[in-house]
C-alpha cells in the first residue's frame, strides 16, 4: 500500500439500510470542508470530541441530512490525523449523497475516496495502533462468535503486543550481553558461563513455547476448523450434518445420491467455530446418474483436499465394503480421518470410539443421537483444542509462522551455546534473527508489500 497522506473520505458503516450511517473524513485541515458541508453559522466551528446536531448541506445550500457533526484534532482521533465524522440516517442513497458532497467540497484540498482499510493503516503509520492491533480490528469486526470477538477485542487492547514486546525485550538484553563481549574479545572470560546466557535463553524459549501455544489456540477460535463429510450415497452424511448442526439444513431421504452439491453449516462446539461441509455420495463416476452427479462427486474429492479434518461416513450395519476401501485409498495423507460408522440404532453397536492402527473410529447414530459428544470431542481433540486458565491470543496465520520463525533461530542459538564461547558471532546473529522475527508481529519490522496485503483485506471505511 502507498503512503498518500492527501485527505481519504468514506461511509464508515455497513452497505444497507440502518438507522445511523457515518461518513468519515480524515486528513489535514478538514474545518474548511466541514464549513462547506455543515449548515454552521458564519465562520463557526465545531468544538473538538463535541457531538453538533445540524443540517448538512450542498453547494446550492439544500439540505441533505440531518444530524450528528463529530470532529476530532489530530493527534486525539482514530487515524492520529485531523477526523470528521458525519453521522446521519442510514440509508445507502442518502449516504452516497452525503460522501459525494465531502468529496465534491474537498476537491481543491485533495479529498479522495478511501482504499480498504485506509483509515486503519494510517493509525498504523501515526502509531495509534501497532500491527497486531490494527489486524485486531479487523478481526474484531468479522468474529463469528463470543469467545473470538473477546480475544480480539483483548488483542486491540494491546495485550498480544505486550506479550510480543517482553519476549523482544528479553532477546535484546541477551544480545547487549552477547555483543558486548564480541566488542572486547581480549577480556578473557567464560561469557557463557559467568553470564547465565544459556540460562537466560532457556527461559526466553519457554516463554516463546508458552506463546505460540497461546497464539495457536486463539488461531484455531479464529478460523475455525473445516470438516468435510465423505462417504459412499446414503451412509448418513446429510444426517450427521442435521445432527451436528442441530436443525434441518439438508434434505435427507432413503433415496441415494440425494445430495448433489456442497452443503456448508458452521457450528460451535465449546467456542469453536466448526465449518461442517456435506458432500455429494462418492462412488464409481462410471456408476453416476448423469452429469450433475458426476461434478457433485468431483467438488467432494476437491473438497476432501481443502480439509482440516475428514469424517468417512460408513454403514455399521453392513460393515466396510470394496468401495469404502478405494475411497480410503484415495484421501489424502496429510488430512487427518476419522471413521464414522454410523446407524448404529440398526446395527446393535453402543457408542464408542476405538483407536486402531488404521485410524480413530467412532461409532454413533445420527438419526437417534447417540454418540454424538464422543464425535465432537474428537474433533477438538484433532483440533489441537485445550481448555485452559492461562491467556488465549486471537493469532493469525502469519503470527503463527513468524513465531515458528523466531522458535528456529533460537533452536540453533541454543546448539551454537552448546559450542561455549567459540561461536558467539553466529549465537548474536541467530537472537537478531530471531527477534527480527517477532518484531514483524507487532510491525516494528514489516515489509511495506506485506503491509499492503494486511490492509487491503479490511472493509472500506475502516
Known sequence: MKLDTSPIAAIATAPGRGGIGVVRVSGKNLMPLAQAVCRLKAEATLKPRHATYLDFIRADGSVIDSGLAIYFNAPHSYTGEEVLELQGHGGPVVLQMLLN???????????????PGEFT??????????????????????????????????????????????????????????????????EEIEFLEKS???????????????????????????????????????????????????????????????????????????GIPINIIDTAGIRDEEDADGEVERIGISRTWAAVADADVVLHILDAGRGPTRADEEIVARFPDKVPVLRIWNKIDLSGHKPAVEELSDATHIYLSAAEQLGMNLLRAELLRIAGWQQTGESIYLARERHLLALQAARAHLQVAAELAAQSDQALDLFAEELRLAQERLNSITGSFTSDDLLGVIFSRFCIGK
Do not use: W
Open 101 to 115: 458532497r465531502c468529496l465534491e467540497a474537498g476537491q481543491e484540498m485533495g479529498v479522495r475516496l478511501a482504499n
Open 121 to 186: 493503516y494510517r493509525a498504523f503509520l501515526n502509531d495509534k495502533l501497532d500491527l497486531a492491533q490494527a489486524e485486531a480490528v479487523s478481526d474484531l469486526i468479522e468474529a463469528s462468535t463470543e469467545a473470538a470477538a473477546k480475544l480480539a477485542t483483548q488483542s486491540l487492547s494491546g495485550v498480544f503486543s505486550q506479550t510480543i514486546n517482553k519476549l523482544v525485550e528479553e532477546v535484546i538484553q541477551l544480545r547487549m550481553l552477547v555483543e558486548a563481549t564480541l566488542d572486547f574479545p581480549e
Open 196 to 270: 547465565n546466557a544459556r540460562g537466560q535463553l532457556q527461559t526466553i524459549r519457554t516463554s516463546l513455547e508458552l506463546v505460540f501455544s497461546q497464539a495457536s489456540q486463539g488461531a484455531l477460535l479464529r478460523d475455525g476448523l473445516k470438516v468435510v463429510l465423505a462417504g459412499q450415497p446414503n451412509v448418513g452424511k446429510s444426517s450427521l450434518l442435521n445432527a451436528l448442526a442441530g436443525a434441518d439444513v439438508a434434505i435427507v431421504t432413503p433415496i441415494a445420491g440425494t445430495t448433489r452439491d456442497k452443503i456448508t453449516e458452521t457450528i460451535q462446539v465449546e
